[in-house]
């Protein structure tokens, strides 16, 4: 209900998701799903909150897949997978409690997203 709402103000393209704030003792963490606009109108300001991605370097994993739903069960599960499973440890690296998806909407043909993640090194085991 709330995008259709701030649609003039939405770029339509682009949508996001973030985890963060993990609890590894309750094995929760916090989801926010947003977009991107250039500015919320007066009357829905208190309805949003703003959220954006820390500066810093990212390792960004792009994942395609022949549509949507594919994308975000198949190609996601796949792609998450390999990078936290293979390749990550294989770079000697692990990543903060936090990562963002960029979903790309005005593609035709290919669903598309991006898995953003913010590199540590692994503590060598000794």
Same mark, same amino acid.
């Given at each position: 209900?709330?995008?259709?709402?701030?649609?003039?103000?939405?770029?339509?393209?682009?949508?996001?998701?973030?985890?963060?704030?993990?609890?590894?003792?309750?094995?929760?963490?916090?989801?926010?799903?947003?977009?991107?606009?250039?500015? =919320?109108? /007066?009357?829905? +300001?208190?309805?949003?909150?703003?959220?954006?991605?820390?500066?810093?370097?990212? =390792? &960004? *994993? #792009? &994942?395609?897949?022949? @549509?949507?739903?594919?994308? &975000?069960? &198949?190609?996601?599960? +796949?792609?998450?997978?390999?990078?936290?499973? =293979?390749?990550?440890? #294989?770079?000697?690296?692990?990543?903060?409690?936090?990562?963002?998806?960029?979903?790309? #909407? /005005?593609?035709?043909?290919?669903? *598309?997203?991006?898995?953003?993640?913010?590199?540590?090194?692994?503590? @060598?085991?000794?």
């Amino acid at each position: 209900m709330e995008k259709v709402s701030i649609a003039a103000n939405l770029n339509t393209a682009v949508e996001m998701g973030m985890f963060h704030g993990e609890d590894t003792v309750q094995n929760l963490f916090t989801y926010f799903a947003g977009g991107l606009v250039q500015n =919320i109108p /007066d009357r829905l +300001q208190d309805g949003f909150v703003k959220r954006e991605l820390p500066a810093g370097e990212y =390792i &960004v *994993c #792009r &994942v395609e897949a022949e @549509n949507f739903e594919d994308l &975000v069960t &198949v190609a996601l599960d +796949q792609a998450g997978k390999y990078l936290f499973g =293979i390749w990550l440890p #294989r770079h000697n690296l692990t990543t903060e409690p936090f990562s963002a998806e960029k979903y790309y #909407r /005005d593609l035709e043909g290919m669903a *598309c997203m991006e898995i953003w993640v913010k590199p540590l090194p692994l503590k @060598n085991k000794g």
